[in-house]
């Protein structure tokens, strides 16, 4: 299937997903994953009007954005070392993936250095799992809270990677956990936050993650196909 069909099937479920949820469809954004995938994809899913991606590696942003000069907004869904922090503010749009306090510091320099208020994530591991990164449950909510204060640094809501399963409805209570802490937190008003998003959802279950509240979701392989880790 080519990407223009494969992004009309997803945008169908979206849709679908929407209207069980008894949600507007303009709550969901779709971030389109284009990790390990050439620039001539990137194009191809622009010209099926998308704007928003996501990558999850600083050195691919870095070599995405310097070939590709329209506007677009760029998220850094991925693993983040506090040491390539300072590549991407001006670069990106959002961070999924702050679960470090030396992390969140490192982007309140970096977003300070620039002068800009730099949108994050903060990345909670629902289920636990080893291979992993992310907040635990219990420990993500006091963190959010201690890096409200930041002034370079917005908290706007929670993100999570469910595991990898076959049936997508196993992934439906951390979801659901995941949107429950999101109300609690955008309900505290903490000042410096602005708590209104909720990044889960892969291609695997995104549309359970809508039905749960989703307001990204994260797509990848739905639209551009398998990735080929072999030539990176
Ligand atoms: C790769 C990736 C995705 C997309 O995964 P698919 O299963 O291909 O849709 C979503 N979120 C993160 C953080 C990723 O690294």
Known sequence: ???RENLLEVEEKIQKACERAGRDRSE?????????KPVSDIRQAMDCGIKVFGENKVQEIRDKTEEIKEPLDWH???????NKVKYLPG???????VDKMSLAE????????HDLVMDVLCEVNMAGEDSK???????????VRSIAAFPHVRVRGLMTIAPYTDDPETNREYFRKLREMKDMLSAENIPGTQIDTLSMGMTGDYEVAIE??????RVGTGIFGERNYGIS
Not at 76 to 82: E, V
Not at 106 to 113: R, V, Y
Not at 133 to 143: H, I, Q
């Open 1 to 3: 299937m080519s990407i």
């Open 28 to 36: 969901v954004t779709l971030i389109a994953v284009s990790k390990t």
């Open 76 to 82: 850094m869904i991925g693993h983040l070392q506090t």
């Open 91 to 97: 670069k990106v749009c959002m961070i999924h993936s």
């Open 106 to 113: 490192e982007i309140e320099k970096q977003a300070a250095k």
């Open 133 to 143: 990164f992310g907040l635990t449950p219990e420990e993500a909510p006091d963190f």
């Open 212 to 217: 749960e509240g989703a307001t990204f979701v």
